[in-house]
């Protein structure tokens, strides 16, 4: 049953190590690690117990019918598996992370192709030391000088630098 267990889920330690960021390669390792050595643990341990040789305890145990009520309560024993809770949890937090990643890089994206946008603008314009005052001030509308309202230079408050 413990081997049935350990293969039913699979990790891509690969892919996962793909997205491993370096300054957390340590913490990683550590995880692999600990996950390695539960699954060797888990593999170690029989899939069913070892029989039990009634037989033997009834010839060594002195107290006559001890050990048929033994045997009798052992094998009326059922240990029921826990039922799984936190798969539906999980799933259900996995679903909602993938929706956060999906409009995440669709808003992603979106920056990036504004940001190429500007940069091509950049590109296209004329270099500054080519370029006139009135196309500055055309292109950059906030640092052209206010004569009308600050005739004197610097034609802006001093206490605004």
């Known amino acids: 049953m413990a081997t049935r267990r350990v293969g039913a889920k699979v990790i891509d330690w690969a892919a996962f190590a793909e997205r491993v960021p370096p300054n957390q390669r340590s913490q990683f390792n550590a995880l692999k690690t600990k996950a390695d050595a539960l699954k060797a643990k888990l593999a170690a341990?029989?899939?069913k117990p070892p029989a039990i040789n009634w037989d033997a305890y009834k010839k060594t145990v002195p107290v006559a019918g001890l050990v048929d009520k033994f045997q009798k309560e052992f094998e009326a024993l059922k240990v029921p598996q826990p039922k799984d809770t936190a798969s539906v949890t999980v799933e259900g937090q996995e679903k909602d992370m993938d929706n956060k990643v999906s409009k995440?890089?669709?808003?992603?994206?979106?920056?990036?192709?504004q940001?190429?946008?500007?940069?091509?603008a950049l590109n296209n314009m004329v270099p500054f030391e080519d370029?006139?005052?009135?196309e500055y001030f055309e292109m950059y509308p906030n640092s052209k000088p206010?004569?009308?309202?600050y005739p004197w230079w610097p034609h802006f408050p001093v206490w605004e630098l």
Not at 131 to 134: A, F, G, K, N, Q
Request: charged letters at 35%; glycine letters at 0%.
């Open 146 to 149: 206010n004569k009308e309202k």
């Open 131 to 134: 370029m006139t005052l009135e």
């Open 115 to 120: 940001y190429q946008d500007k940069i091509a």
């Open 104 to 113: 995440f890089v669709v808003e992603s994206n979106n920056r990036i192709k």
């Open 45 to 47: 341990v029989p899939e």
